[in-house]
């Protein structure tokens, strides 16, 4: 049993055969997704396709770096008015972006410090986005900066408060996110041959602060580069993490299943 905890399932890609692609992630053995709406024309659409699918499908409500030039104070009232709902189990993502986001750094870190803020009035934790662009920048140390400024997560008593998605940094960058109570989001870069890196810095985290992610329809993993990707290939992300940790894909979909399911509050 496994949860994809990050999929845009409302992209277009997925226009010609989106109930095709959630029913063969189900028969494949993934029990839930966490739906991203990033943005607020896709906000309602997330809710309605949560709906479609009570149980398995749920969502994050945020504001992607990408957008942070369309973002008006007044989506702060409507944010708060939904995120009560059961259906919405974090807020996010959101996050630093300076590889592709056409907003400046400043924009972006002031849209990311109001929707921390937001969340310290909700008791939701984040999805965080962190891209580094080139030459190197700092989004890792600008994102970190702005949490542990902002942040004051409500749920003193839970082991993780948020995810890093997507977690492309260091061993030193892992280790920070971890002393925020952030779990790592793993995805298909895990299985790139090339990727050492990053398997290190994953290793030294621990499989205990890791959750599973597809990124879908991006981030495909090895298998199947250059392709669309679907919570379906959410097991070859496993299998990486198995080899990774020398132990079988069940033990490693236990263990990331427990920890999204803690850190989602999702229903067992
Ligand atoms: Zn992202
Ligand atoms: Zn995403």
Not at 5 to 33: C, E, S, Y
Not at 68 to 89: M, T
Not at 92 to 109: L, N, R, T, V
Request: hydrophobic share 40%.
């Amino acid at each position: 049993m496994l949860i994809d905890t990050h999929a845009h399932l409302n992209d277009l890609k997925f226009d010609p055969d989106r109930d095709a692609v959630i029913r063969n992630a189900f028969q494949v053995g993934v029990q839930k997704i966490i739906e991203i709406a990033d943005g607020y024309q896709e906000w309602i659409n997330a809710l309605t396709l949560c709906r479609k699918y009570p149980g398995h499908l749920f969502c994050a409500w945020g504001f992607h770096p990408h957008h942070a030039l369309l973002w008006q104070d007044s989506f702060v009232e409507i944010l708060r008015k939904n995120l009560d709902s059961p259906l919405i189990v974090a807020i996010g993502e959101i996050g630093i972006d300076y590889a592709k986001s056409e907003a400046p750094p400043h924009i972006q870190q002031r849209t990311l410090r109001k929707m921390i803020e937001l969340a310290n009035d909700m008791s939701k934790p984040l999805v965080l986005h962190c891209r580094e662009g080139q030459p190197p920048t700092k989004a890792h140390e600008d994102l970190f900066h702005l949490l542990e400024k902002y942040w004051k997560p409500k749920f003193v008593n839970k082991r993780l408060h948020g995810v890093l998605h997507c977690f492309s940094g260091t061993t030193v960058e892992a280790a920070r996110a971890i002393s925020l109570k952030l779990a790592l989001g793993v995805d298909g870069p895990v299985t790139y041959p090339k990727n050492d890196r990053l398997r290190e810095a994953l290793f030294s985290a621990g499989l205990d602060k890791i959750v599973l992610e597809t990124d879908s329809p991006y981030l495909p993993p090895q298998s199947i580069r250059g392709q669309r990707n679907d919570p379906s290939r959410i097991r070859e992300i496993a299998q990486a993490l198995a080899a990774l940790f020398k132990i079988s894909p069940e033990e490693v979909a236990s263990q990331t299943t427990k920890n999204a399911q803690e850190l989602l509050e999702l229903p067992r």
